[in-house]
Each structure stands twice: as C-alpha cells, then as structure tokens.
C-alpha cells in the first residue's frame, strides 16, 4: 500500500487578515520576524513596520507580495522544525518564490531579490497600461472562451482553480466587459481583484526578457524536495528548470486545479498551505476528491497523514 | 419536474443548515431563514456552488450552473431562507428553472 504524501503549498499573496493565524500558530513569530528584520534591512526598512491590522500593506502589490513570501517561508520551516517534511512543494503563482526556498534551490535573500526584480520589470513593461485581474465563478472554460473572443483586445485565462473556477487577466475595460456578460451568461459570481498586474498572461511576456537575465545571474541550486509545476504539472527537479519556471511563471497561465489532481495522482493526501492566513484551503473545498486541506495551524495541531 | 413534498423541504433544511454551521464554524442553533449568509456568516459564493453541487448529487439534478447563475440575477439570495426556497425550485424545475420568468 502507497505512503501517503504531503505537499507545502505556497500562497502568492494575502488579500485581507480577518483570518489571520499567525497569532494562534505556536512559534510563528519567533521564525517570521527575524526573517522580516533581515528582509528590512536588506531592501526596505518600511516592512519592519508591518503589522496584520495596523499596517498590512494590502494596497501595495510588491509589498504584499514580500510579506506573504516572508509568511510562507516562515511557515515551512516551522512545519519542518516540528518534523512535518513535505514530499512535493507547489507554488500558487508568485508563491513559487516561497516554494524553491523551500526546496533549497534559492536561498531566503535571492528570493527577495527576486521578487522585487520580477516586479521591476513588470511595472517597466505595463506602466503605460490600465491593466487588471478578476474572477468568474460558476461557468465552464467553453462557455469563459466564448466571452473572451468577444473582448478586445483579448483578455487572457490566467489560472483554472477548479471546474468553474477562473481568473482572468486583461486590460481594465476588457475585463470590466467580460465580468459583465459573465454575469449576464450566468456566472454564479464575478469579481475584480485589487490587482493591476495582468499576472500569468502575454501582457507581461516582454517583461521575462529582463528578468531572465537577473535569474540566470543567480547560481539555482538542485531542489532538495520536488517543486510541481502549476504551467505544466511535470515535476521541477534541476537547476535548469527553476530556471525556465521563473522565468515563464510571469507570462504562462497556470492550472492550479490539474496541478491538484496531478499531486493526488502522485499519492498526495494532504495539502497543507503553508502561510498564516487560510486562502487556497478555501479555494480547495471546491475541488473533488478526498485529499485534505489543512492550514499551518490545523497541521501543527493534527500532523498530516503521512507522518501517523 | 420532480415532485415536492413535506419531506423534500425538511431534507433540504437540514442540508443546508448543517452545510453552513459546519462551512461557517457557528453553532447551528444561530441559524435561522432570516440569517444573512454574507454579513452574518462570512459565506461566498464557493459555498453556495458547493451547496448546488451537494443538492445535484443527492436528488441527480440535471441542470446547468449558469441557468442556476442567470435566475440568481433576478432573484438574488440573501438569507438562508431565500437559499432553501431557490433550492426548492431548482429541485422542482431543474433545467426549466428559468421557464418561471415567462
């Protein structure tokens, strides 16, 4: 009989704190801040100022970016200290920064870097757009097809996170157009995300040429566990393909629900999301099957299956 | 079109008073048909497709979510009350749901 496995799966970013647990988690604050100090006084003294509440830097996209990379990082070596060790990690978009940290292939530092070049180049690209991301909820990607056609110029399929679950990245009107006839096509639910960077789509191509010089100037190391793809589900295993993973998650769109099926497949029983607050466990509970989804807390709490 | 009787109403009730005190964390002796799922529960619409989708299995509904999506339009649930009455129709109607606009 198979072992059941564990995957660590890495959040992007953190869009409100009204489930925050970093207070409950046992140790968080001893691993996050120590880290959040190093990430100050190497590329921003603002951070050292964050707090969930007071000062969350939701508005600020690089800024929040960093802070869930810090969350997230945190997290997975506390899970590791108290001997919950991932069999595959996976990261949910700009989370695969969190992920090959993890996976020892970037260190903590060339992740901040990282991060921040990837945005520097964005913002270089699309500063003289109006670009902007959202959700449909509740149609099939025939009917979500169709709508784009209509657009223009075309909105793109960003991420699939389940069977009718999708996020969408275009120019502000494009999808401001698109939500609306979802709506009128029968979409449970539509939503403009607080993102105005068109994320995993071909308005950012131009952008991964300068990023990938900055990513071939750091010496990636072998990842010490298997990072999955969410492109292509193949399993990231050399230097080589951090590499090429990098550098394509900017621009390719990405299929976190066959990314889910493939680790099922691979005997994965157990999600754990390795942040503070609770986001893909609640994107999980429309996905079928009966793997189990669990927070950091939850985790520490109940170890995963794996480790019984 | 199925047919609707004192027990159909009562199963549905029980659904999806259990669905949302287990989804939400609450106790379900606070729910009740005034309940607004958003502002007193925290519920999203992942809930209410989850729910749809529970609903589709146990009575083998056939029918599409964007008609369930285009009725909701134009007749948007707030409370658990009005969510056990659209559920009521969907079970009743399925596919011929949006036949009760004409």
């Known amino acids: 009989m198979p072992i059941p496995r564990t995957v660590f799966i890495f959040p992007a970013f953190v869009s409100d704190y009204l489930e925050d647990q970093s207070r409950e988690i046992t140790g968080f604050t001893n691993v996050f801040y120590p880290l959040l100090e190093q990430a100050a006084t190497l590329i921003d003294p603002e951070l050292f100022e964050f707090h969930p509440v007071t000062k969350n830097f939701l508005d600020q996209e690089l800024r929040n970016q960093l802070i869930s990379y810090i969350q997230s990082y945190s997290c997975a070596r506390l899970l590791r200290s108290r001997n919950i060790i991932p069999d595959f990690l996976a990261g949910y978009s700009m989370g695969l920064y969190g992920a090959l940290t993890d996976a020892g292939s970037i260190s903590f530092k060339e992740g901040l870097f990282l991060i921040i070049n990837a945005f520097e180049n964005i913002f270089s690209t699309i500063r003289e757009g109006d670009f902007s991301m959202g959700i449909v909820i509740g149609l099939n990607k025939e009917d979500i097809k169709g709508l784009i056609s209509k657009t223009d110029p075309l909105t793109e399929i960003s991420n699939q996170n389940s069977e009718f679950s999708f996020v969408l990245s275009g120019t502000t009107g494009s999808l401001a157009a698109l939500l609306k006839m979802a709506k009128e096509e029968g979409a449970i639910h539509t939503r403009k995300m607080q993102v105005g960077i068109p994320y995993h789509s071909n308005f950012l191509k131009e952008a991964s040429t300068g990023f990938s010089t900055f990513v071939h100037s750091i010496p990636i190391r072998q990842p010490t566990v298997p990072v999955i793809s969410v492109i292509d589900q193949t399993l990231i295993d050399s230097p080589g393909r951090c590499s090429t993973e990098l550098i394509r998650n900017l621009f390719q769109p990405f299929n976190w629900y066959q990314t889910h099926l493939k680790l099922v497949g691979l005997g994965v029983k157990t999600f754990i999301e390795s942040g503070p607050v609770p986001g893909l466990v609640k994107i999980a509970r429309f996905i079928p099957g009966n793997a189990s989804y669990m927070t950091v807390l939850a985790a520490l709490s109940a170890p995963p299956v794996s480790d019984l | ?102």
């Open chain 2, 1 to 102: 079109m199925a047919r609707i009787t004192e027990t159909t109403l009562n199963e549905v009730k029980e659904i999806v008073y259990t669905f949302f005190a287990e989804e939400c964390e609450v106790d379900k002796s606070v729910i009740n048909d005034q309940t607004n799922i958003i502002k007193d529960l925290d519920g999203d619409s992942l809930m209410f497709l989850e729910l749809i989708e529970i609903f589709k299995k146990k009575y083998n509904l056939e029918i599409e979510l964007k008609t369930i999506g285009k009725y909701a339009v134009k007749h948007p649930v707030s409370t658990i009350g009005e969510l056990i009455h659209m559920q009521m129709l969907i079970i009743e109607h399925e596919n011929g749901l949006l036949e009760l606009d004409k």
